[in-house]
Every structure is written in C-alpha cells, then in structure tokens.
C-alpha cells in the first residue's frame, strides 16, 4: 500500500471567479514564511501517527505554490525527511504552477530539492475566456511557462478547463491543439463545475453542448496517444499521477495545512476521513492551540471535522472511488476488504448497471464505466450509494 502526503498552499495573486477552493489574494492573509511555520507545527504535531520511511509521493497543491518563495517549499521538504518521511527518486513530488509564476532560478531549487512533477493550470489559451473568469495571466504567459518546463525535459501535467461561459467547440479544439503541440505527459480535463446560484450558474452551457465537448475531448486525446486512465485524467503510458491514484483506490493519505483532507484507513473498523478548517483564522486558531499529545490521526479536531467510517459510507466511497478509474473495480480486493455476502450484492448490483450499457467487466472480475456510463456516472453512483441501515457485515 502507498501513503501520500498533501500540503496545501493557499496563495494566489487573484481570485478566479470560479474557484471555490481555500485559497486568498496572498496580501489578504499571514505572509507565506509564518504560514509555513504552522505547516511544520502541525506536521510535527502528528507524524508520530503515520507511517514512516520512504514516501510514496508528496503533492503541494493549492492555490499557487509556485507563487511563494521556492526555499519555503524546499525547506518543507526537508523538514518532512527530517521526521522521517523520507522523499528520493522513488517518490512522487508533484507542484502546482501558475502560468508566469516560474523562473530559473526557483525552477533549480525545485529540481535539487527532488520535485520531479509539475501541474500547470493553463486552463484555456483564449485570452478573452481567461480574462472573462478573472484570471490573471494570458496565453502567451501560458505558452512560455510550458516552453520552459519542457526546455528542462521534466514531466508535466496541465489542466485544461470546459464548458466556460460562452466558450464555444471550435475554442475547445483550439485548446486541444495546444496539447497536441506541446504533448505534455499528463493532462487534467476539467468540465467548470459551479454550486446553484453561483453567478456563472447563470450562464451554463447546455448539456447538449458539455456533452459534445466531453465527446471532442475524448477523441483528440485519445487520437494523440493519451489513455483516459480516470474520469478527468488523461496521461501517456505509464505517466498516471500517483498520488491522485492513492485517492481512487483507497489509500492512505495526510494532508497538511488549510482545508487538507486526510484518510487513515487503519483507526477503527473503516478507517477515519479527517480535514482541517477551510478558513485561515480557524486554521490558525488550531495549529496555534494544539495539545502537548494526540492519540490518533484527526483526534485533535473537533468532531465536526473527522468521521470514524461506517460500512455503508465506506463501501460508497470505495465503489465511488474505484470506478471513476479505468483499472476499475476488482470484485476479489472487495471481497478481501468488506467479504462475500457484501461483495454478492455489489456484483449484482454492477450487473445489473452493466445489462444498461453502463458498466463493463474483464475476465478477471474488474468492472468499469463504459463511455456511456462516464456521461452519467451520477446514475451509476445513485446505485452504488448506500444508506445506514442497509450493509452489514
Ligand atoms: C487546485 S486548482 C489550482 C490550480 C492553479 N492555482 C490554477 O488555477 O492554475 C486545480 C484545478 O482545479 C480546476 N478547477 C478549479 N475550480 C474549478 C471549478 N469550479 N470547476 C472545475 N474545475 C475547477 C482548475 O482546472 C485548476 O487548475
Ligand atoms: S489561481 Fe487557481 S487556486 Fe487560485 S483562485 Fe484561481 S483557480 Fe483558484
């Protein structure tokens, strides 16, 4: 089994109209090297309760951690090995870049410190989208920052974002074009996903046309070599992220800092989902008032913020998980983990999603989503979504 470690960094020289994660213009809050304090307080607090030695992948997401200095992320790195989590070229190190948030000289302190994988939020080379969702940079900043990285032939993502307000198929295509150009390899296909009553609610594309643009997707990545190794991810052969991957196929992970969610599938009978405060006064409220010991991963929080999974919530997540990959379920790893009669009752209800044309299976007992099944997954989760009450051992 892997374990990851995910570091949150909240920082962003602006705030994209559309973005709902824990993240502030950087002057609005602590500046970054007190907030990196409390990173290392708070990951010296509990790495007595996770498993040590080499790590499997470490992943600074945020917000925009190429916006803040680099010797700040080196020094984390650092500090991580010194409690004993210890990062070499076995491990995953991912970084999530801004487009025109990069230069040599912190791209040198990435390299000496081991990140040997970065995540660029292109989003769209259309300059009047970027523009229309406030986002900060344009297309040409977009082009040089993957010019560069590809200039240190290291291995990169980027994030490509549909179904925006107005945006059209031929500019979607347009954005493929991109990635047939500079064939990063991995790419991250987002369809923009915003809450009832968001203002660009208002302006959704109809379904219709985010299902042609699913459609156009599919193709050209698939034309220019990519497999769809999960719902939104695309990447060359053997290029899967991993420390997404730990997410998908049930796997524990840490995560440090702001709105971090962790999983420590060990405590209890189903393992324990914890997450810090989305809000960086009650983040630092926490970390500054944190007790001498803990006894398990997420104890100090309060209960609002941990859940002690029960089987049907576990079993949701695991099938939920597992089939938004294209390795799919495997009935036998269920059976292992939750036994035979539950896994009798999972295989029926897969076949019975499968009779519609929405699951398939291999030979060995693996079931996925067809294309079909992708387009309305929400059905097949309906299906797959369990109530207390309704498992038991
Ligand atoms: C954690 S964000 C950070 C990325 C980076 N700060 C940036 O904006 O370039 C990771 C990705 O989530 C996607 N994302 C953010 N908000 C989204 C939304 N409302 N709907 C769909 N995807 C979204 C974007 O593609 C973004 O690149
Ligand atoms: S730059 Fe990225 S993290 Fe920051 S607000 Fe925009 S989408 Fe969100």
């Not at 790195?77 to 870049?97: D, M, R, V, Y």
């Not at 406030?134 to 590809?150: C, D, I, M, P, V």
């Amino acid at each position: 089994m892997g374990f990851g470690i995910y570091v949150h960094i909240p920082y962003c020289l602006q705030r994209c109209t559309y973005c709902d994660f824990a993240t502030y213009v950087h002057s609005e809050i602590l500046p970054p090297h007190e907030y990196f304090s409390l990173l290392k307080k708070e990951a010296a607090f509990s790495a007595h309760l996770f498993p040590k030695g080499s790590l499997s992948t470490l992943y600074f997401g945020g917000g925009t951690p190429s916006l803040v200095d680099s010797e700040l992320i080196v020094d984390l790195i650092q500090n991580l090995n010194n409690l004993g989590f210890k990062t070499g070229p076995e491990t995953e190190i991912t970084l999530e870049i801004n487009p025109a948030t990069l230069n040599p000289q912190k791209m040198e302190n990435y390299l000496k410190a081991g990140i040997n994988r970065f995540s660029v939020g292109a989003q769209t080379f259309s300059d009047s989208l970027l523009k229309s969702v406030n986002r900060e940079h344009n297309s040409r900043q977009t082009r040089e920052t993957l010019s560069f990285l590809k200039s240190y032939n290291v291995n990169y993502s980027f994030d490509v974002l549909f179904a925006l307000p107005g945006q059209s198929l031929d500019d979607l295509g347009r954005d493929l074009d991109e990635v047939s150009k500079f064939k990063p390899q991995h790419v991250s296909p987002y369809c923009l996903t915003v809450p009832e009553g968001h203002p660009l609610s208002k302006v959704r594309l109809s379904e219709d046309l985010q299902v042609k643009m699913f459609e156009l997707i599919d193709r050209r990545l698939k034309q220019a070599g990519y497999q769809q190794y999960e719902i939104s991810n695309y990447c060359l052969p053997g290029r899967e992220s991993r420390h997404n991957t730990l997410y998908w196929t049930d796997q524990a992970y840490w995560g440090v800092g702001l709105s971090a969610h962790s999983y420590a599938p060990w405590v209890g009978q189903f393992g324990r989902r914890f997450w810090n405060p989305p809000s960086i006064g009650a983040y630092q409220s926490l970390i500054g008032g944190l007790p001498q010991k803990t006894q398990s991963p997420g104890s100090h929080l309060p209960e609002s913020l941990r859940e002690d999974l029960l089987i049907h919530q576990s079993l949701t997540d695991y099938c939920h998980t597992f089939l938004r990959t294209d390795s799919g379920l495997s009935l036998d790893h269920l059976e292992t983990k939750y036994g035979e009669p539950i896994a009798l009752k999972i295989a029926a209800i897969l076949k019975s999603q499968a009779d519609l044309g929405l699951v398939k299976t291999d030979d060995e007992a693996r079931y996925s989503l067809t294309t079909e099944g992708k387009l309305v997954s929400n059905q097949v989760y309906a299906a797959l979504t369990f109530l207390e009450g309704e498992i038991s051992l």
